[in-house]
């Protein structure tokens, strides 16, 4: 792993559309993460390109991942000069040229660029993995987050022998258990912290 620096990147819909509507298309975004961590010669476009080799130089690290209906969380480290503005570019436009032609329709999916935000301390980056991982019991999709199939939790707990898409063995010196509680730990609060933003949004309308 050549990266130094992480980020917390984050993007979203335009005006909140709901854009993950079936099971099929987390699958489908997954597995267009999975495939351009690398540089490719060719386009992800079919399913049978899923496990292609066609790939060159890794564009990034993904320690963590959370897809929510109308947003995606990363946290990534970058092993390539701009391997991020290239890996953000390439899921975001493979997945919008899908969306459109499974739903026949033209134009931008994405609100503008994509955001992100340097992690400046070990102790931020995992807070951050956490905070991904809770994000759809925060907003009441599920109970407990390893019912999530669309994050990276179920990669930190073992849980399946599904896509390998993170890297985080040496960025988390924590056991799977470990892990799991310190992440159930935090529930009761993220989602008091969560109904405070939702009131400070209200008040400011």
């Not at 985080?168 to 010196?173: Q, V």
């Not at 056991?175 to 009761?188: A, C, G, L, P």
């Amino acid at each position: 792993m050549k990266s130094e620096n992480f980020y917390h990147v984050f993007t979203k819909s335009i005006a909140g559309y709901k854009i993950f509507v079936k099971e099929s298309d987390y699958r489908r975004m997954q597995e267009i993460i999975w495939y351009y961590r690398y540089e490719r010669k060719n386009k992800f476009s079919k399913v049978k390109d899923f496990m292609s080799e066609d790939f060159g130089d890794k564009l990034v690290v993904i320690v963590s991942y959370c897809i929510m209906p109308t947003h995606l969380h990363f946290t990534l480290g970058e092993e390539k000069e701009g391997g991020i503005s290239k890996f953000m570019a390439n899921i975001l436009n493979s997945y919008t040229r899908y969306f459109n032609l499974k739903h026949n329709r033209k134009g931008p999916l994405w609100e503008s660029r994509f955001k992100y935000v340097l992690i400046e301390t070990q102790e931020q980056l995992l807070h951050l993995t956490r905070y991904h991982h809770l994000n759809p019991v925060v907003a009441e999709l599920v109970k407990k987050p390893e019912n999530w199939k669309f994050s990276s939790y179920r990669e930190y707990l073992n849980y399946d022998g599904g896509l390998k898409i993170c890297e985080f063995e040496e960025l988390i010196d924590m056991s799977s258990s470990e892990y799991k509680r310190f992440v159930e730990d935090n529930i009761d609060y993220q989602k008091e912290i969560h109904k405070i933003k939702e009131l400070i949004k209200l008040e400011t309308l």
